[in-house]
């Protein structure tokens, strides 16, 4: 009769874990979903100043075959910078850059990302095939008369500055690099960004977000490590920008990925910002260093 009763407990034990699993597992697998293949949002102009600018509309065609639509705006000084927007969002986050770097000589490119916006694609990789995309737009660029092959930067914010540190370290003619709110790597941040991000605590969930993640993208997380490629960067330079106050993404990744960084580097801390709004924070602090460094780095 004992025995029976211990057996009946451990049966309802066992029950209730695995009935308990199930929505965790669920959720967990929607939240990954969300990280790989997220909702799609249309690029809606924010300000009329944007739209006075005219910029073109352009579509060009990356490796792996995905079309990747965008604006051009054209150079004056022979100088262009590519703008890359976040995760889940589209080139309408990039349009203030793109508005002040245009105003002061240089060409702009800025486009939605493969499977963001406007652009094809199914699958977000969060960095790593999105340097395609970089590096069909470096090509867009360095075809134009107008531009300098050599004068071509990049700036990109949170996922698109970890792809525009990915970039920079595989194709050698990218001139300069600005990483804003950047993650050093995804394993580095899972726990944090189940949290801040995805708004779940971190047991059970990191490790089944991590899971399903993979499993959906077929992408190892490991393989998303902007600290472990910046160093490649160099001999060009690069700028790591980011919010002291930022959730999503700790001010310690930018530490970080300064100290593995080789010369020449800069580090801009923005105190009272946390993971974006930079241009409305910090205003023309934010905007004259920007300037300042692809001024000397595609000017000088």
Do not use: C
């Amino acid at each position: 009769m004992y025995r029976k009763v211990i057996n009946l407990t451990l049966f309802a034990i066992i029950s209730f874990v695995v009935i308990s699993f199930i929505p965790i597992n669920w959720i967990a697998r929607k939240k990954a979903l969300a990280l790989v293949k997220p909702s799609r949002t249309f690029p809606v102009d924010r300000n009329l100043s944007y739209l006075e600018l005219n910029p073109e509309k352009i579509e060009i065609r990356t490796t792996d075959g995905i079309n990747i639509i965008g604006d051009f705006l054209p150079s004056s000084n022979h100088a262009a910078v590519i703008l890359l927007h976040g995760h889940a969002s589209n080139r309408s986050q990039m349009e203030p850059e793109a508005e002040f770097l245009y105003e002061h000589g240089f060409g702009v490119l800025l486009y939605d990302a493969r499977n963001s916006g406007e652009s094809e694609g199914d699958l977000t990789t969060l960095g790593l095939n999105e340097t395609l995309d970089v590096e069909a737009a470096y090509n867009y660029l360095a075809s134009y008369t107008n531009i300098d092959k050599n004068r071509i930067g990049v700036l990109g914010h949170s996922m698109g500055g970890a792809t525009s540190i990915l970039a920079g370290a595989q194709i050698q003619e990218i001139a300069a690099v600005v990483a804003e709110s950047s993650y050093t790597s995804l394993s580095d941040n899972i726990i944090n960004g189940v949290e801040n991000y995805l708004g779940l605590p971190a047991f059970p969930f990191a490790p089944l977000v991590l899971f399903w993640g993979q499993r959906e993208s077929g992408l190892f997380i490991d393989q998303v490590n902007p600290i472990g490629e910046i160093h490649h960067i160099s001999p060009s330079p690069v700028l790591i920008i980011h919010g002291k106050l930022d959730q999503v993404v700790p001010v310690e990744n930018a530490y970080r990925l300064y100290e593995a960084a080789e010369y020449p580097k800069q580090i801009y801390i923005i105190e009272n910002a946390g993971h974006g709004g930079f241009d409305l924070i910090d205003g023309w602090s934010y905007q004259e260093m920007i300037l300042n460094f692809f001024r000397t780095n595609l000017l000088d």
